[in-house]
């Protein structure tokens, strides 16, 4: 392929991943994006990744291809208990504030998991919550899972997790919340319990989407380690987007790293990377 045609096809890959999820694919990592591709260069039988971009954008390939493409260039890492420091003010600050805010009717908690990938910080919050509750705090509370990756939502709603994965939940916790699989197919591996299941809901969403079905009313937002991806234009549309569907007094908590991202007239900063809608 002659090399202006190929610079096109990766300055319109890299612009179309841009629009269409936020996340900015810098043309001259083309090897790391290439070999992430692989799979699916394979699958298509493409010869290489020129070969592939030109089969996505001359052969309309391109909107059959795109949920894979996606799901193999968005960065998924999580954990357990990741930067447990915003569980902590959750248990020590936001659900006793609650509490005290709408006695003696007990408040119905809605927390929002933006960038959920497989799940580890929804069933997190939903394993320190489960403590408060029986600990004696008296609430309801409901997890709503987001992701633009189907292969990582899958994996949620499953709720199956390695011995590794799980490795960070305090040992008793773990025995309480999270159930061993019988069969010799899921050796190694154990289940969040329904318990924790039943207050968890995963959903696909975008959030490029210019609008998001999701109410408008959510007590905690976390949007942990997707920022950093964005340029500063699609993280302040992206951050804007979410606080219209925090209920005043809500909380925006970003990851420890993204803390200078949030600027928002009506978001107040409470702690380095946790901000309060006046
Ligand atoms: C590094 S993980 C962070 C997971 C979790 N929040 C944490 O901090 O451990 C980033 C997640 O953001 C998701 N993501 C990337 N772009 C997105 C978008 N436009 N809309 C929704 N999710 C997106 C990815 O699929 C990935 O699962």
């Keep these: 392929m002659n090399q ?7 300055q ?30 394979l699958a298509v039988g493409a010869k290489g990744f020129d070969g592939y971009l030109a089969q996505l954008f001359d052969n309309g390939l391109l909107e059959e291809e795109l949920p894979l493409v996606i799901d193999l260039l968005t960065t998924n890492k999580t954990d357990f208990y990741r930067e447990a420091t915003h569980f902590d003010v959750l248990v020590r600050e936001i659900v006793p504030e609650a509490i005290r805010r709408s006695a003696p009717i007990p408040p119905r908690l809605k927390i929002w998991s933006a960038a959920s ?21 008296n609430f309801f509370y409901a997890i709503l899972g987001t992701d633009i990756s189907q292969r990582m939502l899958e994996r949620a709603q499953r709720a199956i997790y390695t011995k590794e994965q799980l490795s960070p939940i305090p040992a008793e916790l773990r025995a309480r919340y999270t159930m061993q699989g019988r069969a010799p197919a899921h ?14 809901q995963f959903m696909h969403l975008n959030l490029m989407d210019r609008t998001y079905p999701v109410d408008r009313d959510v007590d905690v937002i976390f ?8 340029g500063a234009e699609d993280q302040a549309s992206v951050v804007s987007r979410l606080v219209g569907h925090l209920r005043p007094g809500g909380y925006l908590i ?12 009506q978001m107040k900063q409470h702690s380095p990377s946790i901000f309060r809608k006046t």
Excluded: W
């Excluded at 990938?117 to 705090?137: D, F, M, P, Q, W």
């Design 12 to 41: 319109m890959f890299s612009d179309l991943i841009r629009t269409r999820t936020g996340i900015q694919l810098p043309v001259h990592r083309r090897q790391m994006i290439e070999s992430r591709l692989r799979p699916r260069i």
């Design 117 to 137: 990938s497989e799940g580890a910080e929804a069933y997190t919050i939903a394993i320190v919550l489960a403590e408060c509750l029986r600990a004696g705090k």
């Design 187 to 200: 050796a190694g591996t154990a289940r969040m319990v329904p318990e924790l299941r039943d207050r968890v």
């Design 254 to 265: 970003v990851g420890h790293s993204e803390s200078m991202v949030v600027s928002h007239p």
């Design 4 to 10: 202006p045609l190929r610079h096109a096809h990766d």
């Design 223 to 230: 949007l942990r380690n997707v920022l950093i991806y964005f």
